[in-house]
Nanobody
Framework: QVQLVESGGGLVQPGGSLRLSCAAS????????MGWYRQAPGKQRELVAA???????NYADSVKGRFTISRDNAKNTVYLQMNSLKPEDTAVYYC??????????????WGQGTQVTVSS
């Protein structure tokens, strides 16, 4: 009932920047937390950054000071600005959004994933 569409991945050189976007649509009553996860080959999916409805943010230690998560509540969209990218940031990045489709029914949706490759 709630769909997520991600965009913004690609190939970038070390030290470069990318901006990921994730737009939620469908039967949305309200959105609570929004976040970004990533999964590198052979590794488990890990939290990169998350943001609450009120704007409180949380980052993985490995990206603090380099990545910034933000959200536009009017557009049901979350962004991830990634600066000073390193080869170890290479992974598939997934958007996650949770909230309510009604006053009592929750949802927890995942995006399809977008590839980020950091290489010279």
């Amino acid at each position: 009932q709630v769909q997520l569409v991600e965009s913004g991945g690609g190939l970038v050189q070390p030290g470069g920047s990318l901006r990921l976007s994730c737009a939620a649509s469908g039967s949305i009553f309200s959105i609570s937390a929004m976040g970004w996860y990533r999964q590198a080959p052979g590794k488990q999916r890990e939290l990169v950054a998350a943001i609450t409805k009120r704007g409180t943010t949380n980052y993985a230690d490995s990206v603090k000071g380099r990545f910034t998560i933000s959200r536009d509540n009017a557009k049901n969209t979350v962004y991830l600005q990634m600066n000073s990218l390193k080869p170890e940031d290479t992974a598939v990045y997934y958007c996650n959004v949770n909230g309510y489709v009604s006053m009592t029914s929750r949802f927890d949706s995942w995006g399809q994933g977008t590839q980020v490759t950091v290489s010279s």
